[in-house]
């Protein structure tokens, strides 16, 4: 500890560069995963929302939620047989407000659950964002394939569908607009293991959220890229402790002549990789919290406190690994040969 320690101090300006190139790839990453989440949340928080359980579409939907429509004598088969499953539709559309303006939605309708909001004929329930719009409750508004007019009853908290606020409506609205009786998906809770059930294809919540789309593609975009940066962190160590190491190879010999295992400078440049990690880790979660605070609001960024926790160990992780692997040389190194080449 205390050689680390000491070596920290005559090298400030080396490690404060490594510290500093740390500090920003990890509060990168992070603002990163915090958008990643938070286009997540925005593109799919209506599913994701959902308990664990089993989606069922039809198996000539080609796996695309809106051109599934599920038997009626199919669906209430399944209902009957699940007390706690429930069918529900999806259709982006849009709504016109007091002011004739258009404001896009995701029409939902479902069969009684408790899991969705469920209205009655000639209201709506939307999404919270549409107070932003000006948008409040008693306020009439109109589809031009619906010949009434739909009253906002209330509204619900982060139900958002492909970046699109969610709107409920009554079973016999959302079938006078898209003329569809039958209901697209069946979905069965707490149920794991699929079932077969005839004419249908079982999905898993993360199957289901992966038809639709955009989120797929988006996901794996932005997750690339925080994985590229956490192996960009590992190189960093890697580098920085290989280039160290070999200025010190006549260091190491008088070292290791005096007495000093091996096991105790492997220690000491843990500890240095451990210190220089922690501070890094720290200030970049401090910092993307206050860029969570300051961000747009309507910039979609939800950093959770379980994503932040492992991708810090993920950090420390690659760190402890890129600076063992280049810490190779000092199990090589023969105290007389390491003299000889001088390097103090």
Do not use: C
């Not at 149920?191 to 797929?216: E, V, Y």
């Not at 910092?287 to 926790?309: R, W, Y």
């Amino acid at each position: 500890m205390n050689l680390a320690w000491k070596e920290i101090k005559k090298n400030k300006a080396r490690f404060l560069i490594l510290g500093s190139i740390v500090f920003l790839v990890s509060l990168l990453t992070f603002i990163i995963s915090g958008l990643a989440n938070g286009l997540s949340q925005d593109n799919a928080a209506l599913i994701k929302d959902l308990p664990k359980g089993q989606f069922y579409m039809n198996e000539d939907s080609d796996q695309t939620y809106n051109l599934s429509r599920i038997d009626a004598s199919t669906e209430d088969e399944v209902l009957k047989k699940h007390h706690d499953a429930v069918a529900f539709s999806i259709q982006m559309g849009f709504l016109n407000d007091q002011d004739k303006k258009q404001r896009s939605v995701a029409f939902v309708t479902s069969t009684n659950s408790k899991l969705f909001t469920n209205v009655k004929r000639g209201e709506v329930v939307l999404d919270n964002s549409m107070k932003d719009k000006g948008i409040k409750i008693g306020d009439t508004l109109t589809n031009n394939q619906y010949r009434g007019k739909l009253i906002v009853k209330g509204f619900v908290d982060q139900k958002k569908f492909s970046h699109a606020p969610v709107a409920y409506i009554n079973t016999d609205d959302y079938t006078e607009i898209y003329r569809a009786k039958e209901m697209q998906v069946v979905f069965v809770p707490g149920d794991d293991s699929p079932q077969k059930i005839a004419g249908l294809q079982s999905f898993s919540n993360k199957d289901f959220l992966n038809t639709i789309p955009s989120f797929n593609a988006e996901q794996m975009s932005l997750n690339m890229i925080i994985w590229f940066l956490v192996i960009i962190s590992g190189l960093l160590f890697a580098i920085f402790f290989y280039m160290m190491n070999v200025q010190k190879i006549g260091l190491y010999g008088i070292l290791k002549a005096i007495g000093i295992k091996t096991s105790k400078l492997f220690k000491m440049m843990w500890t240095q990789m451990v210190f220089i990690t922690v501070i890094a880790l720290v200030l970049s979660i401090a910092f993307s919290q206050v860029f969570n605070v300051i961000a747009p609001k309507g910039m979609p960024f939800s950093l959770t406190f379980e994503t932040t926790v492992i991708l810090s160990i993920v950090f420390l992780i690659i760190g402890f690994t890129g600076a063992t692997l280049s810490g190779i040389q000092i199990k090589k190194v023969e105290p007389l040969q390491a003299i000889q080449q001088g390097e103090v």
